[in-house]
Every structure is written in C-alpha cells, then in structure tokens.
C-alpha cells in the first residue's frame, strides 16, 4: 500500500480540484521525477518536463498552457519550507492532472529481481498502462526488489527503471521495447560505450554487474535474480554511475 504525504486531481479545463484520481489504466502520460532536500531540488526536472509535453503530443493530449498549468500546480503543491526525499508524480489524461508525492524508498546491497513475462504496452513512451506491473510490485518491498520484464526470453526494463549489464567494464543496454529514462539519457552522456543488444535470459551468468537506473531507484545494484543462479561478480561499475549520479545531485539547482 503506498502512503501518499500528498495527492491531488485537477480538471484541465479550469484547474478546479476533484476528487483525486490516479489515472492508471487510462489514455494519458505520467513523469516520476525525484524531489530532495530543503529548499527542494528536483532531478532532472527541466528533462522530465519537456519529455512529458512531448510524450503527451504524441497521444494528441497537449493542450494550450498545459506547461504553464502543470507548472501552477506544482507550485501549489510543493511546500518550500519542507525538506524532501520524495517521489513526485504528474500524471495526465484528456480531462484531468493528477500529482502526488510519496516517500522514495532507499535501495540496499542486498537487492534481487523476480523476472516475469510481460512487455509493456507501447513501451517507447512512460503512459498509464500500468496496472499489470502495480499488482506485482506490490508484493514486493522497493527497497529489497523488483520485478523484471521480460519477452520472448529477452530482458527489457524493471517494473520501475532501466536496466543495465556490464561486462569487462563494457556496458549493455536492451535494443528496444522499452522506456528509455530521463536518468538513462543522463548516463549515456556520460558512458559513451552502452552498446545496445538483446539480453537474454539464459545469457545472465555472462554480466559481472547487473544494475537499475531511475529517479526511483537512483544507482542501485543488483546482487541476485530470483531463483536463478546469476549473483553479482563486482561494485565497480556501480560505484563509477554513483559517482556521476552524486554529481548531479549535487549541482542540481533548487527548484523555483
């Protein structure tokens, strides 16, 4: 059961506040984005904000002064004087927004995946269509695991992140099928040898480091794969994306 510290709905048409609705199942796009600290930061947000405007375009559901509304919104919703380590939802349908924020769950070491057979519908772009992965991560604890995706015997993305395999210090990502990540277009800036390819199941036992990448789960390592033999051979690449990710946590601007 996730506890919300807020969550709030808004008719587009006038911004009047309506009973909240979490909007999954329905036609629209959401953004996770990460809100930290006091005064807040939050991560990437200028990326997080124009992608959901593209994304929203592609599903016809952009409308005159959506950005400069979402923007009221948040400032609405967003205490200035709180110190935050939360998740910060903006969701978006034909008739409403919706934004909520919840606690962001702090990954350890010792963290598995539970592969299970399912791709998204229209993977490319963050939409709603999520009830399906919800159910099965909420039998899970975020900060022990995850769920894995996987199709046809290939591995696409988490129930909550990217999904990267090093081997050699070499790094590999999916080739398709899956929601390339605001943090993920970060990383690739700064590893410029992510080399696309199928990763099958069968082939894990190959990668030294498996590791997720996300505003969720930041840089978090995997250790084990449920009930399949695969554990994690090294931190090194980990601790090189950590760094990079401190980085940017660092000099992020305080949100205005």
């Not at 950005?67 to 935050?84: D, E, G, R, T």
């Amino acid at each position: 059961m996730v506890t919300y510290l807020s969550k709030k709905s808004y008719l587009l048409k006038n911004l009047k506040e309506v009973d909240f609705n979490d909007l999954w199942g329905d036609r629209g796009i959401f953004t996770t984005m990460w809100i930290y600290n006091s005064p807040p930061k939050i991560l990437f947000f200028e990326n997080h904000l124009e992608n959901l405007l593209k994304s929203l375009t592609q599903y016809k559901l952009n409308k005159p002064n959506l950005k400069k509304n979402i923007l009221k919104l948040l400032n609405q919703n967003i205490n200035f004087k709180k110190k935050y380590n939360h998740l910060l939802r903006v969701a978006v349908n034909k008739n409403l927004i919706s934004i909520s924020l919840r606690p962001r769950p702090k990954t350890i070491l010792n963290f598995d995946l539970k592969l299970i057979n399912f791709k998204r519908i229209d993977p490319k772009y963050k939409n709603l269509k999520y009830r399906f992965i919800l159910k099965n991560l909420a039998k899970l604890d975020g900060k022990k695991s995850d769920i894995v995706l996987c199709h046809k015997g290939k591995i696409l993305e988490t129930g909550t992140s990217n999904i990267l395999f090093i081997k050699d210090g070499v790094f590999y990502s999916p080739i398709k099928d899956y929601y390339e990540g605001i943090t993920l277009k970060f990383f690739k800036k700064k590893i410029k040898n992510i080399i696309k390819k199928d990763i099958f199941i069968k082939d894990l036992n190959n990668f030294d480091e498996i590791i997720l990448i996300g505003s969720g789960k930041g840089v978090t390592s995997v250790k084990t794969v449920n009930k399949f033999k695969w554990k994690r051979k090294s931190l090194k690449s980990y601790k090189i994306l950590k760094k990079y990710f401190y980085q940017a946590i660092q000099s992020n601007p305080i949100y205005k």
